[in-house]
Protein backbone atom coordinates (compact mmCIF):
# COMPACT_ATOMS: atom_id res chain seq x y z
CA UNK A 1 0.00 0.00 0.00
CA UNK A 2 2.90 2.66 0.48
CA UNK A 3 4.24 1.83 -2.55
CA UNK A 4 1.29 2.36 -4.30
CA UNK A 5 0.64 5.70 -2.18
CA UNK A 6 4.09 6.25 -3.32
CA UNK A 7 3.26 5.68 -7.41
CA UNK A 8 0.28 7.92 -6.97
CA UNK A 9 2.11 10.74 -5.61
CA UNK A 10 5.21 10.57 -8.04
CA UNK A 11 2.00 10.76 -10.99
CA UNK A 12 0.41 13.62 -9.38
CA UNK A 13 3.72 15.27 -9.17
CA UNK A 14 4.93 15.30 -12.21
CA UNK A 15 1.44 16.28 -13.61
CA UNK A 16 1.83 19.37 -12.06
CA UNK A 17 4.93 19.87 -13.51
CA UNK A 18 3.67 19.96 -16.49
CA UNK A 19 0.87 21.67 -15.89
CA UNK A 20 2.48 24.76 -15.68
CA UNK A 21 4.52 24.37 -18.34
CA UNK A 22 2.26 25.50 -21.16
CA UNK A 23 4.74 26.10 -23.92
CA UNK A 24 5.62 22.15 -23.74
CA UNK A 25 3.36 19.12 -24.58
CA UNK A 26 4.14 15.58 -24.55
CA UNK A 27 1.71 12.11 -24.83
CA UNK A 28 1.18 10.19 -21.77
CA UNK A 29 0.14 6.29 -21.34
CA UNK A 30 -1.12 4.69 -18.74
CA UNK A 31 -0.03 -0.07 -19.19
CA UNK A 32 -2.32 -2.36 -17.76
CA UNK A 33 -1.17 -5.78 -18.68
CA UNK A 34 -1.36 -9.48 -17.75
CA UNK A 35 1.12 -11.90 -19.32
CA UNK A 36 1.33 -15.74 -18.97
CA UNK A 37 4.84 -17.25 -19.76
CA UNK A 38 4.88 -20.96 -20.88
CA UNK A 39 8.54 -21.67 -19.54
CA UNK A 40 8.72 -25.07 -21.82
CA UNK A 41 7.67 -23.65 -25.35
CA UNK A 42 9.22 -19.97 -24.15
CA UNK A 43 5.60 -18.48 -25.91
CA UNK A 44 3.70 -16.15 -23.61
CA UNK A 45 0.08 -14.91 -24.31
CA UNK A 46 -1.34 -11.17 -22.88
CA UNK A 47 -4.06 -8.75 -22.20
CA UNK A 48 -3.17 -5.12 -22.56
CA UNK A 49 -4.94 -2.11 -21.64
CA UNK A 50 -3.62 1.04 -22.92
CA UNK A 51 -5.00 4.76 -21.73
CA UNK A 52 -3.89 7.24 -24.17
CA UNK A 53 -3.89 11.20 -23.20
CA UNK A 54 -3.78 13.37 -26.47
CA UNK A 55 -2.21 16.45 -24.88
CA UNK A 56 -1.29 17.42 -28.75
CA UNK A 57 -3.12 19.96 -30.29
CA UNK A 58 -3.64 17.51 -33.45
CA UNK A 59 -6.47 15.45 -33.92
CA UNK A 60 -5.35 11.47 -34.47
CA UNK A 61 -6.33 9.34 -37.03
CA UNK A 62 -3.88 6.44 -36.38
CA UNK A 63 -1.85 5.46 -33.87
CA UNK A 64 1.34 3.11 -34.16
CA UNK A 65 3.23 0.38 -32.18
CA UNK A 66 6.07 -1.08 -31.61
CA UNK A 67 6.57 -5.17 -32.36
CA UNK A 68 10.43 -5.65 -31.29
CA UNK A 69 10.19 -9.18 -31.41
CA UNK A 70 9.28 -9.45 -35.08
CA UNK A 71 12.66 -8.03 -35.77
CA UNK A 72 13.87 -11.63 -35.34
CA UNK A 73 12.78 -13.44 -37.95
CA UNK A 74 14.33 -14.64 -41.17
CA UNK A 75 13.89 -11.62 -43.69
CA UNK A 76 13.65 -8.94 -41.22
CA UNK A 77 14.95 -5.68 -41.87
CA UNK A 78 17.40 -6.38 -38.86
CA UNK A 79 18.22 -9.55 -40.76
CA UNK A 80 18.55 -7.61 -43.81
CA UNK A 81 20.79 -5.11 -42.32
CA UNK A 82 23.10 -8.13 -40.74
CA UNK A 83 23.48 -9.32 -44.21
CA UNK A 84 24.37 -5.95 -45.97
CA UNK A 85 26.66 -3.79 -43.39
CA UNK A 86 30.37 -4.06 -44.04
CA UNK A 87 30.78 -4.92 -39.66
CA UNK A 88 28.12 -6.62 -38.70
CA UNK A 89 28.08 -6.68 -34.73
CA UNK A 90 30.21 -9.96 -34.04
CA UNK A 91 27.26 -11.23 -30.90
CA UNK A 92 24.68 -11.31 -34.12
CA UNK A 93 26.30 -13.32 -36.48
CA UNK A 94 28.10 -16.85 -37.22
CA UNK A 95 31.57 -17.24 -38.97
CA UNK A 96 31.24 -19.51 -41.75
CA UNK A 97 33.74 -20.49 -44.65
CA UNK A 98 32.55 -19.80 -48.32
CA UNK A 99 34.80 -20.84 -51.19
CA UNK A 100 37.82 -20.79 -48.38
CA UNK A 101 36.50 -17.22 -47.47
CA UNK A 102 35.92 -15.98 -44.05
CA UNK A 103 31.67 -14.81 -44.25
CA UNK A 104 29.75 -13.88 -41.28
CA UNK A 105 26.42 -15.28 -41.71
CA UNK A 106 23.75 -13.28 -39.78
CA UNK A 107 22.42 -15.79 -36.90
CA UNK A 108 18.79 -14.69 -37.38
CA UNK A 109 18.72 -16.02 -41.07
CA UNK A 110 18.89 -19.45 -39.99
CA UNK A 111 16.48 -19.04 -36.98
CA UNK A 112 13.83 -22.26 -37.04
CA UNK A 113 10.35 -21.56 -36.28
CA UNK A 114 10.63 -22.47 -32.63
CA UNK A 115 13.85 -20.18 -32.55
CA UNK A 116 12.27 -16.83 -33.99
CA UNK A 117 10.72 -14.04 -31.95
CA UNK A 118 7.37 -12.41 -32.81
CA UNK A 119 4.45 -10.46 -31.62
CA UNK A 120 0.95 -11.21 -32.77
CA UNK A 121 -2.07 -8.98 -32.28
CA UNK A 122 -5.45 -9.85 -32.05
CA UNK A 123 -8.90 -8.10 -30.83
CA UNK A 124 -7.47 -4.61 -31.00
CA UNK A 125 -10.06 -2.29 -29.51
CA UNK A 126 -10.74 1.51 -29.00
CA UNK A 127 -13.11 2.26 -26.38
CA UNK A 128 -14.98 -1.02 -27.00
CA UNK A 129 -14.95 -0.64 -30.49
CA UNK A 130 -13.01 -2.78 -33.35
CA UNK A 131 -10.49 -0.70 -35.16
CA UNK A 132 -7.91 -1.97 -38.16
CA UNK A 133 -4.36 -3.01 -36.60
CA UNK A 134 -2.02 -4.36 -39.48
CA UNK A 135 1.16 -5.61 -38.95
CA UNK A 136 3.66 -4.06 -40.79
CA UNK A 137 7.41 -5.62 -39.86
CA UNK A 138 8.08 -4.15 -36.42
CA UNK A 139 5.11 -1.76 -36.64
CA UNK A 140 1.81 -2.61 -35.65
CA UNK A 141 -0.44 0.82 -37.69
CA UNK A 142 -3.80 1.02 -36.48
CA UNK A 143 -6.57 2.77 -37.73
CA UNK A 144 -8.47 4.41 -35.68
CA UNK A 145 -11.89 3.32 -35.17
CA UNK A 146 -12.83 7.73 -33.81
CA UNK A 147 -10.42 9.80 -34.00
CA UNK A 148 -8.71 11.17 -30.93
CA UNK A 149 -9.61 14.91 -30.18
CA UNK A 150 -6.59 17.18 -28.91
CA UNK A 151 -6.51 17.44 -24.96
CA UNK A 152 -8.26 14.03 -24.72
CA UNK A 153 -8.31 10.31 -24.03
CA UNK A 154 -9.16 6.73 -25.61
CA UNK A 155 -8.60 3.26 -24.34
CA UNK A 156 -7.29 1.11 -26.28
CA UNK A 157 -7.39 -2.76 -25.46
CA UNK A 158 -5.63 -5.96 -27.39
CA UNK A 159 -4.58 -9.25 -26.99
CA UNK A 160 -1.02 -10.70 -28.03
CA UNK A 161 0.82 -13.67 -28.66
CA UNK A 162 4.60 -13.81 -28.08
CA UNK A 163 7.36 -16.27 -28.69
CA UNK A 164 10.62 -15.51 -27.17
CA UNK A 165 13.45 -15.63 -29.60
CA UNK A 166 17.11 -17.44 -29.36
CA UNK A 167 18.83 -14.45 -27.64
CA UNK A 168 20.73 -12.91 -30.05
CA UNK A 169 20.54 -9.21 -29.52
CA UNK A 170 19.53 -7.84 -26.02
CA UNK A 171 16.23 -9.66 -26.12
CA UNK A 172 15.82 -13.81 -26.02
CA UNK A 173 16.60 -17.08 -24.09
CA UNK A 174 19.09 -19.32 -23.50
CA UNK A 175 22.25 -17.01 -24.08
CA UNK A 176 25.73 -17.84 -24.04
CA UNK A 177 25.51 -16.87 -19.99
CA UNK A 178 22.96 -19.61 -19.14
CA UNK A 179 19.99 -16.63 -18.40
CA UNK A 180 16.65 -18.25 -19.34
CA UNK A 181 14.68 -15.16 -20.21
CA UNK A 182 16.24 -11.53 -21.07
CA UNK A 183 12.70 -9.76 -21.93
CA UNK A 184 13.21 -6.87 -23.06
CA UNK A 185 10.89 -4.84 -25.72
CA UNK A 186 8.48 -7.86 -25.21
CA UNK A 187 5.24 -5.83 -25.54
CA UNK A 188 3.25 -4.07 -27.89
CA UNK A 189 4.62 -0.73 -27.16
CA UNK A 190 3.25 2.79 -27.94
CA UNK A 191 5.60 5.07 -30.40
CA UNK A 192 6.63 8.39 -29.67
CA UNK A 193 4.11 11.54 -30.99
CA UNK A 194 5.46 14.75 -30.00
CA UNK A 195 6.07 18.09 -32.04
CA UNK A 196 8.03 16.03 -34.83
CA UNK A 197 4.84 13.72 -35.95
CA UNK A 198 5.71 10.04 -35.16
CA UNK A 199 8.73 8.20 -34.43
CA UNK A 200 7.48 5.01 -35.15
CA UNK A 201 11.02 3.46 -36.72
CA UNK A 202 11.41 -0.07 -37.71
CA UNK A 203 14.25 -2.11 -35.50
CA UNK A 204 16.94 -2.74 -37.02
CA UNK A 205 19.42 -3.23 -33.68
CA UNK A 206 19.57 0.17 -32.68
CA UNK A 207 18.23 2.25 -30.08
CA UNK A 208 15.19 3.49 -28.99
CA UNK A 209 11.87 5.90 -28.08
CA UNK A 210 9.10 5.82 -25.72
CA UNK A 211 6.13 7.59 -24.29
CA UNK A 212 6.04 8.91 -20.67
CA UNK A 213 3.58 6.62 -18.65
CA UNK A 214 2.38 4.14 -15.66
CA UNK A 215 3.20 0.55 -16.04
CA UNK A 216 0.75 -1.84 -13.92
CA UNK A 217 2.13 -5.24 -14.95
CA UNK A 218 0.88 -8.75 -13.89
CA UNK A 219 3.64 -11.89 -15.07
CA UNK A 220 2.46 -15.28 -13.85
CA UNK A 221 5.23 -17.85 -14.16
CA UNK A 222 6.59 -21.11 -13.01
CA UNK A 223 7.30 -20.54 -9.08
CA UNK A 224 10.45 -21.80 -9.75
CA UNK A 225 11.50 -18.29 -11.24
CA UNK A 226 12.88 -15.64 -9.89
CA UNK A 227 12.39 -12.22 -11.56
CA UNK A 228 14.04 -8.98 -11.47
CA UNK A 229 13.28 -5.88 -13.89
CA UNK A 230 11.59 -2.48 -13.87
CA UNK A 231 9.19 -0.95 -11.51
CA UNK A 232 8.02 -2.19 -7.76
CA UNK A 233 7.13 -5.32 -6.49
CA UNK A 234 3.62 -5.08 -4.77
CA UNK A 235 3.01 -8.68 -3.74
CA UNK A 236 6.56 -9.01 -2.41
CA UNK A 237 5.25 -11.60 0.94
CA UNK A 238 3.54 -14.02 -1.18
CA UNK A 239 6.46 -13.66 -3.75
CA UNK A 240 9.61 -14.23 -1.58
CA UNK A 241 12.97 -14.60 -3.23
CA UNK A 242 14.88 -11.60 -0.85
CA UNK A 243 11.90 -9.33 -1.63
CA UNK A 244 9.37 -10.45 1.07
CA UNK A 245 9.55 -7.49 3.86
CA UNK A 246 11.89 -8.40 7.01
CA UNK A 247 10.87 -11.26 9.65
CA UNK A 248 8.14 -12.74 6.77
CA UNK A 249 8.97 -16.33 5.92
CA UNK A 250 6.98 -16.57 2.45
CA UNK A 251 5.70 -20.44 1.94
CA UNK A 252 3.52 -21.50 -1.07
CA UNK A 253 0.41 -24.14 -1.00
CA UNK A 254 1.55 -27.48 -1.54
CA UNK A 255 -0.26 -26.95 -4.95
CA UNK A 256 1.34 -24.09 -5.95
CA UNK A 257 2.67 -23.85 -9.60
CA UNK A 258 2.70 -20.82 -10.69
CA UNK A 259 3.66 -17.37 -9.27
CA UNK A 260 1.79 -14.35 -10.38
CA UNK A 261 4.51 -10.81 -9.92
CA UNK A 262 2.58 -7.62 -9.59
CA UNK A 263 4.56 -4.72 -10.95
CA UNK A 264 4.04 -1.09 -10.71
CA UNK A 265 6.41 1.05 -12.64
CA UNK A 266 5.69 5.01 -12.07
CA UNK A 267 6.37 7.25 -14.67
CA UNK A 268 8.27 5.93 -17.12
CA UNK A 269 8.63 4.75 -20.99
CA UNK A 270 9.39 1.21 -21.06
CA UNK A 271 9.19 -2.14 -19.04
CA UNK A 272 11.41 -4.74 -18.84
CA UNK A 273 12.05 -8.11 -16.99
CA UNK A 274 14.55 -11.27 -16.66
CA UNK A 275 14.11 -14.51 -15.31
CA UNK A 276 15.87 -17.88 -14.19
CA UNK A 277 15.64 -20.48 -11.97
CA UNK A 278 19.22 -20.21 -10.95
CA UNK A 279 19.14 -16.61 -9.69
CA UNK A 280 20.60 -14.86 -6.87
CA UNK A 281 18.92 -11.45 -5.23
CA UNK A 282 20.78 -9.36 -2.67
CA UNK A 283 19.31 -6.47 -2.05
CA UNK A 284 21.78 -2.68 -1.01
CA UNK A 285 20.59 0.09 0.71
CA UNK A 286 21.67 3.31 -1.96
CA UNK A 287 22.04 6.86 -1.54
CA UNK A 288 18.78 8.64 -0.42
CA UNK A 289 17.04 4.68 0.65
CA UNK A 290 17.28 3.56 -2.61
CA UNK A 291 17.34 -0.12 -2.74
CA UNK A 292 19.98 -1.49 -5.60
CA UNK A 293 18.74 -4.60 -6.67
CA UNK A 294 22.10 -7.34 -8.06
CA UNK A 295 20.09 -10.56 -9.54
CA UNK A 296 22.63 -12.81 -11.22
CA UNK A 297 23.27 -16.55 -11.85
CA UNK A 298 23.89 -18.11 -8.79
CA UNK A 299 27.32 -19.88 -9.82
CA UNK A 300 30.34 -19.55 -7.46
CA UNK A 301 32.82 -18.48 -10.53
CA UNK A 302 30.64 -15.03 -10.50
CA UNK A 303 29.13 -14.34 -7.03
CA UNK A 304 32.26 -12.55 -5.83
CA UNK A 305 32.39 -10.33 -8.53
CA UNK A 306 29.35 -9.56 -7.78
CA UNK A 307 29.94 -8.80 -4.16
CA UNK A 308 32.54 -6.81 -5.27
CA UNK A 309 30.64 -4.11 -7.46
CA UNK A 310 27.89 -4.02 -4.91
CA UNK A 311 29.07 -1.76 -2.70
CA UNK A 312 30.81 0.71 -5.72
CA UNK A 313 27.94 1.32 -7.52
CA UNK A 314 26.54 3.03 -4.66
CA UNK A 315 29.34 5.17 -4.57
CA UNK A 316 28.73 5.51 -8.71
CA UNK A 317 24.71 6.60 -7.45
CA UNK A 318 25.98 9.21 -5.08
CA UNK A 319 28.13 10.30 -7.77
CA UNK A 320 25.70 11.02 -10.61
CA UNK A 321 22.84 12.10 -7.75
CA UNK A 322 25.91 14.61 -7.08
CA UNK A 323 26.78 16.05 -10.29
CA UNK A 324 23.79 15.67 -12.55
CA UNK A 325 20.88 15.27 -10.26
CA UNK A 326 18.77 13.33 -7.25
CA UNK A 327 17.90 9.58 -8.98
CA UNK A 328 14.13 9.93 -8.70
CA UNK A 329 13.04 6.38 -8.29
CA UNK A 330 12.98 3.87 -4.96
CA UNK A 331 14.96 0.84 -6.69
CA UNK A 332 17.66 -0.09 -9.42
CA UNK A 333 18.13 -3.32 -10.24
CA UNK A 334 21.74 -4.86 -11.63
CA UNK A 335 20.41 -8.29 -13.77
CA UNK A 336 22.47 -10.39 -15.26
CA UNK A 337 21.12 -10.89 -18.76
CA UNK A 338 23.67 -11.91 -20.49
CA UNK A 339 24.06 -9.77 -23.84
CA UNK A 340 26.44 -7.23 -23.63
CA UNK A 341 24.89 -3.80 -21.45
CA UNK A 342 21.45 -2.40 -22.09
CA UNK A 343 19.69 0.35 -20.32
CA UNK A 344 15.98 -0.42 -19.39
CA UNK A 345 14.11 1.84 -17.13
CA UNK A 346 14.74 1.21 -13.61
CA UNK A 347 17.34 -1.69 -14.05
CA UNK A 348 20.35 -2.72 -16.66
CA UNK A 349 20.55 -6.04 -18.26
CA UNK A 350 24.77 -6.50 -18.27
CA UNK A 351 27.10 -9.43 -18.81
CA UNK A 352 27.87 -11.04 -15.55
CA UNK A 353 30.22 -13.42 -16.54
CA UNK A 354 33.34 -10.79 -16.64
CA UNK A 355 36.12 -9.70 -14.36
CA UNK A 356 35.16 -6.74 -11.21
CA UNK A 357 36.52 -4.22 -13.58
CA UNK A 358 34.80 -4.69 -16.63
CA UNK A 359 31.48 -5.67 -14.67
CA UNK A 360 32.10 -2.28 -13.15
CA UNK A 361 32.77 -0.52 -16.68
CA UNK A 362 29.17 -1.72 -18.03
CA UNK A 363 27.77 -1.50 -15.00
CA UNK A 364 28.54 2.59 -14.27
CA UNK A 365 27.60 3.20 -18.14
CA UNK A 366 24.55 1.88 -17.68
CA UNK A 367 23.00 2.77 -14.80
CA UNK A 368 24.04 6.73 -15.97
CA UNK A 369 21.59 5.86 -18.59
CA UNK A 370 19.13 6.36 -16.16
CA UNK A 371 19.89 9.85 -16.05
CA UNK A 372 20.52 10.79 -19.45
CA UNK A 373 17.74 8.29 -21.57
CA UNK A 374 15.25 7.14 -18.90
CA UNK A 375 14.62 10.30 -17.03
CA UNK A 376 16.47 12.79 -19.44
CA UNK A 377 14.26 10.76 -22.28
CA UNK A 378 15.96 12.20 -25.56
CA UNK A 379 14.85 10.81 -29.10
CA UNK A 380 17.86 8.12 -29.12
CA UNK A 381 16.91 6.55 -32.31
CA UNK A 382 17.48 9.88 -33.96
CA UNK A 383 20.46 11.78 -31.77
CA UNK A 384 21.89 8.50 -29.78
CA UNK A 385 25.16 11.09 -29.05
CA UNK A 386 22.49 13.16 -27.01
CA UNK A 387 22.17 9.78 -24.67
CA UNK A 388 25.32 7.74 -25.79
CA UNK A 389 27.63 10.70 -25.31
CA UNK A 390 26.21 12.54 -22.26
CA UNK A 391 26.44 8.75 -20.41
CA UNK A 392 29.82 8.30 -21.90
CA UNK A 393 30.78 11.71 -20.31
CA UNK A 394 28.94 10.57 -17.25
CA UNK A 395 30.80 7.35 -16.32
CA UNK A 396 34.48 8.27 -17.09
CA UNK A 397 33.98 11.00 -14.28
CA UNK A 398 32.37 8.37 -12.17
CA UNK A 399 35.23 5.79 -12.97
CA UNK A 400 37.91 8.34 -12.23
CA UNK A 401 36.32 9.60 -9.26
CA UNK A 402 36.71 5.87 -7.96
CA UNK A 403 40.37 5.98 -8.64
CA UNK A 404 42.97 5.90 -5.80
CA UNK A 405 45.22 7.99 -8.39
CA UNK A 406 42.58 10.38 -10.10
CA UNK A 407 43.53 11.48 -13.95
CA UNK A 408 43.84 14.81 -14.85
CA UNK A 409 41.65 14.41 -18.12
CA UNK A 410 40.42 10.97 -17.81
CA UNK A 411 38.92 11.92 -21.82
CA UNK A 412 42.17 11.55 -23.50
CA UNK A 413 40.75 7.45 -24.54
CA UNK A 414 37.60 9.59 -26.52
CA UNK A 415 39.51 12.52 -27.92
CA UNK A 416 41.99 9.42 -29.52
CA UNK A 417 39.41 7.91 -30.57
CA UNK A 418 37.70 11.02 -32.41
CA UNK A 419 41.10 11.53 -34.63
CA UNK A 420 41.22 8.05 -35.58
CA UNK A 421 37.66 8.26 -36.63
CA UNK A 422 38.37 11.35 -38.96
CA UNK A 423 41.54 10.09 -40.14
CA UNK A 424 39.51 6.95 -41.75
CA UNK A 425 37.35 9.15 -43.75
CA UNK A 426 34.35 7.51 -42.49
CA UNK A 427 32.97 10.01 -40.40
CA UNK A 428 29.32 11.17 -40.52
CA UNK A 429 27.42 13.77 -38.91
CA UNK A 430 26.21 13.24 -35.67
CA UNK A 431 23.03 14.43 -36.56
CA UNK A 432 22.69 11.40 -38.81
CA UNK A 433 19.85 8.97 -37.62
CA UNK A 434 21.28 5.68 -35.49
CA UNK A 435 20.05 3.73 -38.24
CA UNK A 436 21.69 5.23 -41.45
CA UNK A 437 25.11 5.08 -40.29
CA UNK A 438 27.18 3.16 -42.86
CA UNK A 439 29.20 1.18 -40.26
CA UNK A 440 28.58 0.05 -37.05
CA UNK A 441 32.20 1.25 -35.69
CA UNK A 442 31.65 5.04 -36.86
CA UNK A 443 28.22 4.81 -35.26
CA UNK A 444 29.61 3.68 -32.08
CA UNK A 445 32.99 6.36 -31.83
CA UNK A 446 30.51 9.22 -33.09
CA UNK A 447 27.75 8.76 -30.61
CA UNK A 448 29.71 7.22 -27.77
CA UNK A 449 32.79 9.15 -28.30
CA UNK A 450 32.03 12.11 -30.36
CA UNK A 451 28.81 12.64 -28.00
CA UNK A 452 30.93 12.40 -24.83
CA UNK A 453 33.55 15.46 -26.63
CA UNK A 454 30.37 17.44 -26.86
CA UNK A 455 30.27 18.22 -23.50
CA UNK A 456 33.95 17.65 -22.21
CA UNK A 457 34.52 20.24 -24.68
CA UNK A 458 31.91 22.15 -23.51
CA UNK A 459 34.09 23.07 -20.24
CA UNK A 460 36.96 24.18 -22.67
CA UNK A 461 34.41 26.87 -24.40
CA UNK A 462 32.69 28.24 -20.94
CA UNK A 463 34.79 26.77 -17.93
CA UNK A 464 34.10 23.76 -15.88
CA UNK A 465 32.11 25.65 -13.26
CA UNK A 466 29.99 27.06 -16.50
CA UNK A 467 29.65 23.39 -17.45
CA UNK A 468 28.74 21.34 -13.94
CA UNK A 469 25.85 24.13 -13.58
CA UNK A 470 24.47 23.40 -17.27
CA UNK A 471 24.20 19.37 -16.44
CA UNK A 472 22.34 20.28 -13.35
CA UNK A 473 19.98 22.69 -14.67
CA UNK A 474 19.62 20.37 -17.94
CA UNK A 475 18.68 17.64 -16.09
CA UNK A 476 16.56 19.97 -13.49
CA UNK A 477 14.47 21.93 -15.92
CA UNK A 478 14.01 18.93 -18.35
CA UNK A 479 13.40 15.36 -16.58
CA UNK A 480 10.62 13.58 -17.45
CA UNK A 481 10.69 15.24 -20.84
CA UNK A 482 12.28 14.54 -24.36
CA UNK A 483 15.30 17.41 -24.75
CA UNK A 484 16.26 18.32 -28.37
CA UNK A 485 19.89 18.85 -29.10
CA UNK A 486 18.76 22.58 -28.79
CA UNK A 487 18.12 22.33 -25.18
CA UNK A 488 21.20 21.48 -23.95
CA UNK A 489 23.15 24.14 -25.90
CA UNK A 490 20.51 26.16 -24.58
CA UNK A 491 20.70 25.55 -21.03
CA UNK A 492 24.57 26.04 -21.39
CA UNK A 493 23.58 29.66 -23.19
CA UNK A 494 21.18 30.66 -20.01
CA UNK A 495 23.86 29.13 -17.48
CA UNK A 496 26.80 31.21 -19.21
CA UNK A 497 25.90 33.66 -21.09
CA UNK A 498 27.49 33.17 -24.26
CA UNK A 499 26.34 32.26 -27.25
CA UNK A 500 26.68 28.80 -28.75
CA UNK A 501 24.54 27.50 -31.82
CA UNK A 502 28.17 27.69 -33.60
CA UNK A 503 28.90 25.12 -31.70
CA UNK A 504 25.85 22.72 -31.50
CA UNK A 505 25.84 23.38 -35.31
CA UNK A 506 29.60 22.52 -36.42
CA UNK A 507 30.30 20.09 -33.87
CA UNK A 508 26.97 17.97 -34.24
CA UNK A 509 25.27 19.19 -37.92
CA UNK A 510 28.59 18.74 -40.13
CA UNK A 511 32.11 17.70 -40.43
CA UNK A 512 33.56 20.56 -39.70
CA UNK A 513 37.15 19.73 -37.68
CA UNK A 514 38.87 21.71 -35.27
CA UNK A 515 42.51 22.58 -36.02
CA UNK A 516 44.83 25.65 -35.07
CA UNK A 517 48.42 25.80 -35.28
CA UNK A 518 51.28 28.10 -34.36
CA UNK A 519 52.39 29.56 -37.37
CA UNK A 520 55.61 32.11 -36.54
CA UNK A 521 57.10 32.88 -33.33
CA UNK A 522 59.32 36.32 -33.59
CA UNK A 523 61.64 38.11 -32.52
CA UNK A 524 60.69 41.54 -31.87
CA UNK A 525 62.74 44.31 -30.02
CA UNK A 526 62.43 43.21 -26.35
CA UNK A 527 59.01 41.47 -27.27
CA UNK A 528 57.97 38.05 -29.25
CA UNK A 529 55.08 38.07 -31.80
CA UNK A 530 52.93 34.96 -31.75
CA UNK A 531 51.30 34.38 -34.92
CA UNK A 532 48.37 31.63 -34.39
CA UNK A 533 46.28 29.80 -37.72
CA UNK A 534 42.98 28.98 -37.69
CA UNK A 535 43.81 25.95 -40.28
CA UNK A 536 40.27 24.22 -39.94
CA UNK A 537 36.37 24.92 -40.33
CA UNK A 538 35.18 24.95 -37.17
CA UNK A 539 36.45 28.03 -34.75
CA UNK A 540 37.51 28.30 -31.09
CA UNK A 541 38.32 30.32 -28.56
CA UNK A 542 42.16 29.93 -27.66
CA UNK A 543 43.64 29.45 -24.76
CA UNK A 544 47.68 29.41 -25.12
CA UNK A 545 50.29 28.90 -22.23
CA UNK A 546 54.07 30.28 -22.41
CA UNK A 547 56.52 28.08 -20.20
CA UNK A 548 59.84 30.57 -19.48
CA UNK A 549 63.13 29.53 -19.24
CA UNK A 550 63.10 30.64 -15.50
CA UNK A 551 60.14 27.97 -14.61
CA UNK A 552 57.89 30.71 -14.61
CA UNK A 553 54.47 30.85 -16.84
CA UNK A 554 51.91 33.02 -18.37
CA UNK A 555 48.97 32.49 -20.29
CA UNK A 556 46.98 34.06 -22.99
CA UNK A 557 43.10 33.70 -24.08
CA UNK A 558 41.80 34.86 -27.02
CA UNK A 559 37.73 35.05 -27.11
CA UNK A 560 35.90 33.93 -30.02
CA UNK A 561 34.23 36.61 -31.37
CA UNK A 562 30.73 35.41 -32.12
CA UNK A 563 30.86 33.66 -28.66
CA UNK A 564 30.46 37.15 -27.16
CA UNK A 565 31.81 35.68 -23.96
CA UNK A 566 34.67 35.64 -22.14
CA UNK A 567 35.92 32.27 -20.43
CA UNK A 568 37.09 32.44 -16.43
CA UNK A 569 40.69 31.76 -16.09
CA UNK A 570 40.86 27.82 -16.39
CA UNK A 571 44.32 27.62 -14.02
CA UNK A 572 43.83 30.61 -11.79
CA UNK A 573 47.19 30.22 -10.12
CA UNK A 574 48.70 31.52 -13.43
CA UNK A 575 48.56 35.41 -14.42
CA UNK A 576 46.30 35.58 -17.67
CA UNK A 577 46.08 38.41 -20.04
CA UNK A 578 42.85 38.65 -22.41
CA UNK A 579 43.32 39.68 -25.80
CA UNK A 580 41.20 40.88 -28.06
CA UNK A 581 38.58 38.77 -29.46
CA UNK A 582 39.39 36.28 -32.61
CA UNK A 583 36.82 36.57 -35.88
CA UNK A 584 36.24 33.19 -37.40
CA UNK A 585 36.91 35.21 -40.47
CA UNK A 586 40.51 36.02 -40.46
CA UNK A 587 42.53 33.36 -40.71
CA UNK A 588 45.59 34.19 -38.34
CA UNK A 589 46.02 35.88 -35.30
CA UNK A 590 49.07 37.36 -33.99
CA UNK A 591 49.57 38.95 -30.60
CA UNK A 592 52.74 39.98 -28.46
CA UNK A 593 54.30 38.33 -25.49
CA UNK A 594 56.35 40.85 -23.12
CA UNK A 595 59.58 38.88 -22.99
CA UNK A 596 62.20 37.92 -25.75
CA UNK A 597 62.05 34.91 -27.51
CA UNK A 598 65.35 33.60 -25.80
CA UNK A 599 63.52 33.19 -22.30
CA UNK A 600 60.64 31.46 -23.88
CA UNK A 601 61.00 28.10 -23.33
CA UNK A 602 57.74 26.80 -25.09
CA UNK A 603 54.46 27.66 -26.65
CA UNK A 604 51.38 25.60 -25.93
CA UNK A 605 47.84 26.03 -27.47
CA UNK A 606 45.07 24.17 -25.47
CA UNK A 607 47.42 23.00 -22.32
CA UNK A 608 44.20 20.92 -21.14
CA UNK A 609 43.87 18.77 -23.89
CA UNK A 610 40.16 19.53 -24.18
CA UNK A 611 39.79 20.72 -27.48
CA UNK A 612 39.25 18.67 -29.98
CA UNK A 613 42.11 19.72 -32.50
CA UNK A 614 42.89 17.05 -34.54
CA UNK A 615 46.38 17.79 -35.58
CA UNK A 616 48.22 18.15 -32.21
CA UNK A 617 51.93 18.41 -33.66
CA UNK A 618 51.51 22.23 -34.93
CA UNK A 619 49.72 23.01 -31.22
CA UNK A 620 53.25 23.48 -29.51
CA UNK A 621 56.53 25.56 -30.56
CA UNK A 622 59.35 24.14 -28.59
CA UNK A 623 62.31 26.91 -28.17
CA UNK A 624 64.54 25.21 -25.69
Known sequence: MRKLFLFLLFSVSIGNLFAQNTGYWQQHVDYKMDVTMDVKTY????????????????????????????????????????????????????KIKVDGKDVKESRIKNLKPNEIGYLKISNFKQDGVTAVAKEVGTILEVTLAKPILPNSKSTFTLDFDGQVPVQIRRSGRNNTEGVELSMAQWYPKMAEFDFEGWHADPYIAREFHGVWGNFDVKITIDKDYLLGGSGYLQNPNEIGYGYQDAGVTVVYPKKTKTLTWHFIAPMVHDFTWAADKN???????????????????????VVENWKKLEPLMSRVMDFYNKN??????????????????????????????????????????????????HILASNESKHPWMDEGFTTYIEDLALNDLKDKKEENPFKGNYAAYYKLVESGKEQPLSTHGDRYDENRPYSIASYVKGSI???????????????????????????????????????????????????????????????????????????????????????????????????????????????????????????????????????????????????????????????????????????
Not at 50 to 62: F, G
Open 454 to 624: FLSQLEYVIGQENLRNTLKKYFQDFKFKHPSPNDIKRTAERVSGANLDWYLVDWTQTLNTIDYGIKDVKENADKTTVTLERIGRMPMPIDVLVEYADGTKESFYIPLRMMSFEKANPMPAITRTVLNDWAWAYPTFEFNIAKPKASIKKITIDPSGLMADIKQTNNSYDLK
Open 324 to 373: VGNYPYKQYSFIQGGDGGMEYAMCTLMLGNGTTEGMLGTATHEMGHSWFQ
Open 43 to 94: QYKGKQELVYTNNSSDTLRSVYYHLYNNAFQPGSEMDARLQTIKDPDGRMVT
Open 279 to 301: YQHDIVKGPNNVDLHFIYKNTPA
